[in-house]
């Protein structure tokens, strides 16, 4: 899920807008945005807003109250939302390239991916720079500084450095752990490698399997090579590698290291026993009813297990753990973010602005915590409720990168955590491992 993200100077920047909903893209002399300065002054009209909460949860619930309350604040406004989640996307997704998008919606920009800088780059969403830069009426600082800064890459656009989407949400792959067995048996959380083949070895001694694990879906396997990987290659040596072909598996020593680490684990029966078997739900209630003493998961974890973790349950957290000698960064977090965008040709682009803005303010946001465990993309939003550090792991991660190496969509998405899949089943070591992916990556890019 990104570069560092500073406070972004006043710039006045050609933005492609279109004097009114519908139609083509415009090309060139497009119209100005409304004023970065001044647009809460011009807030009129109806907007369409994409959400991701299905009707009937409590999520979209709660995002109906904040439209209602954003409609008794500018009397005559209408916010109507529309679901925007997995099989709304592809008549969404048509909607926009007719020019008829809705006013804000998600999924359509993310800095990292280039299939959605496309969205940008042809003029169909708004540069949110110039109002980022203003200041926040509420707070009094540019609105962009409130943004955790791990996460500029996922919101700017590398082709022409503009912004066009903010995070409403996020979720990042963190390592859990019991902190009350981990405090009761005197294992401190582990910060480096060696000290999680240490914390390993305490758990199996006190009868605890190390490490809860689903066999049953290859990828949250794949975020152990993932997580080593970004710790031994770093983010881009990977990504260059598995997604652009860059070069050869075998030609950076930091990918066998990683899936030596792996094998190491699994040699060493860290995982839960019959993890081959085991669903991901099962093992993820293992770890809460103390079977497990760690999970290496999203951070979605505790909202998604809520009902089955038991009150006096103690979670720890803790960012993947630092390699020694590794050639990647040691504090990148492997993320997704829910990004949110303005489409460039709203009628009513300061009603779509306030919107965002209310959003993501860090009433909002320390609210969705609360209330739906939700992870925020804003400083200072404290971790969701039942997770205590995440936010600190968010602030201390020099920067938030796609997980799985943007992967997803690729045919090195198939077999890369198949053949990670055969290794963490004993069917094949480390070595054996790396020569099937650099086999299968070679017929796959053609070098």
Request: hydrophobic residues 40%; aromatic residues 10%.
């Given at each position: 899920?990104?570069?560092?993200?500073?406070?972004?100077?006043?710039?006045?920047?050609?933005?492609?807008l279109?004097?009114?909903?519908?139609?083509?893209?415009?090309?060139g002399?497009?119209?100005?945005?409304?004023?970065?300065?001044?647009?809460?002054?011009?807030?009129?009209?109806?907007?369409?807003?994409g959400?991701?909460?299905?009707?009937?949860?409590?999520?979209?619930?709660?995002?109906?109250?904040?439209?209602?309350?954003?409609?008794a604040?500018?009397?005559?406004?209408?916010?109507?939302?529309?679901?925007?989640?997995?099989?709304?996307?592809?008549?969404?997704?048509q909607?926009?390239?007719?020019?008829?998008?809705?006013?804000?919606?998600?999924?359509?920009?993310?800095?990292?991916?280039?299939?959605q800088?496309?969205?940008?780059?042809?003029?169909?969403?708004?540069?949110?720079?110039?109002?980022?830069?203003?200041?926040?009426?509420?707070?009094?600082?540019?609105?962009?500084?409130?943004?955790?800064?791990?996460?500029?890459?996922?919101?700017?656009?590398?082709?022409d450095?503009?912004?066009?989407?903010?995070?409403?949400?996020?979720?990042?792959?963190?390592?859990?752990?019991?902190?009350?067995?981990f405090?009761?048996?005197?294992?401190?959380p582990?910060?480096?490698?060696d000290e999680?083949?240490?914390?390993?070895?305490?758990?199996?001694?006190?009868?605890?399997?190390?490490?809860a694990?689903?066999g049953?879906?290859?990828?949250?396997?794949?975020?152990?090579?993932?997580?080593?990987?970004?710790?031994?290659?770093?983010?881009?040596?990977?990504?260059?590698?598995?997604?652009?072909?860059?070069?050869?598996?075998?030609d950076?020593?930091?990918?066998l290291?990683?899936?030596?680490?792996?094998?190491?684990?699994?040699?060493?029966?860290?995982?839960?026993?019959?993890?081959?078997?085991?669903?991901?739900?099962?093992?993820?209630?293992?770890?809460?009813?103390?079977?497990?003493?760690?999970?290496?998961?999203?951070?979605?974890?505790?909202?998604?297990?809520?009902?089955?973790?038991p009150?006096?349950f103690?979670?720890?957290?803790?960012?993947?753990p630092?390699?020694a000698?590794?050639?990647?960064?040691?504090?990148?977090?492997?993320?997704?973010?829910?990004?949110v965008?303005?489409?460039?040709?709203?009628?009513?682009?300061?009603?779509?602005?306030?919107?965002?803005?209310?959003?993501?303010?860090?009433q909002?946001?320390?609210?969705?915590?609360?209330?739906?465990?939700?992870?925020?993309?804003v400083?200072g939003?404290?971790?969701p409720?039942?997770?205590?550090?995440?936010?600190?792991?968010?602030?201390?991660?020099?920067?938030?990168?796609?997980?799985?190496?943007?992967?997803?969509?690729?045919?090195?998405?198939e077999?890369?955590?198949?053949?990670?899949a055969?290794?963490?089943?004993?069917?094949?070591?480390?070595?054996?491992?790396?020569?099937?992916?650099?086999?299968?990556?070679?017929?796959?890019?053609?070098?």
């Open positions: 899920m990104r570069t560092r993200f500073a406070a972004i100077p006043v710039v006045v920047a050609a933005m492609v279109a004097a009114c909903s519908g139609g083509t893209p415009a090309a002399g497009a119209a100005a945005g409304p004023d970065p300065g001044g647009w809460q002054d011009a807030i009129t009209g109806s907007i369409e807003v959400v991701i909460p299905a009707e009937g949860t409590p999520g979209r619930a709660y995002l109906q109250q904040l439209a209602s309350s954003i409609e604040d500018h009397p005559g406004t209408k916010i109507t939302l529309t679901f925007a989640n997995t099989e709304a996307r592809p008549a969404l997704e909607r926009w390239r007719s020019g008829n998008g809705p006013d804000v919606d998600y999924g359509m920009f993310d800095g990292t991916v280039p299939a800088q496309e969205w940008a780059n042809d003029g169909f969403l708004l540069d949110l720079k110039p109002y980022l830069a203003a200041p926040d009426p509420a707070t009094k600082a540019p609105w962009g500084t409130s943004f955790t800064p791990a996460a500029s890459g996922f919101m700017t656009n590398p082709g450095g503009g912004v066009y989407g903010v995070p409403s949400e996020l979720s990042t792959q963190v390592l859990f752990y019991n902190a009350g067995m405090t009761k048996l005197g294992i401190s582990p910060r480096t490698w999680l083949i240490g914390a390993a070895g305490r758990l199996q001694a006190a009868g605890v399997d190390p490490i694990l689903t049953l879906f290859q990828p949250y396997m794949g975020m152990w090579s993932d997580n080593l990987w970004l710790r031994e290659v770093g983010w881009q040596a990977a990504n260059d590698v598995l997604v652009k072909g860059t070069g050869h598996i075998t950076n020593p930091g990918f290291a990683g899936l030596e680490k792996v094998q190491q684990l699994r040699d060493s029966h860290s995982f839960i026993k019959g993890f081959e078997g085991t669903d991901f739900t099962p093992a993820q209630a293992l770890f809460f009813q103390g079977k497990a003493g760690m999970i290496l998961m999203g951070s979605w974890l505790v909202s998604e297990m809520k009902d089955v973790i009150p006096d103690q979670i720890g957290v803790v960012p993947f630092t390699v000698d590794g050639k990647g960064d040691q504090q990148a977090v492997a993320s997704a973010p829910q990004m965008s303005i489409n460039a040709r709203s009628k009513n682009i300061p009603l779509a602005l306030e919107w965002v803005t209310r959003l993501t303010s860090a909002v946001q320390t609210q969705r915590a609360q209330q739906f465990g939700e992870l925020s993309g400083a939003v404290a971790s409720t039942g997770v205590t550090g995440i936010d600190k792991v968010i602030a201390g991660a020099s920067a938030l990168v796609p997980r799985e190496f943007a992967m997803g969509g690729t045919k090195p998405y077999f890369v955590y198949a053949e990670v055969r290794l963490m089943f004993g069917q094949q070591d480390a070595r054996t491992t790396l020569d099937h992916l650099d086999q299968q990556l070679r017929a796959n890019f053609h070098n």
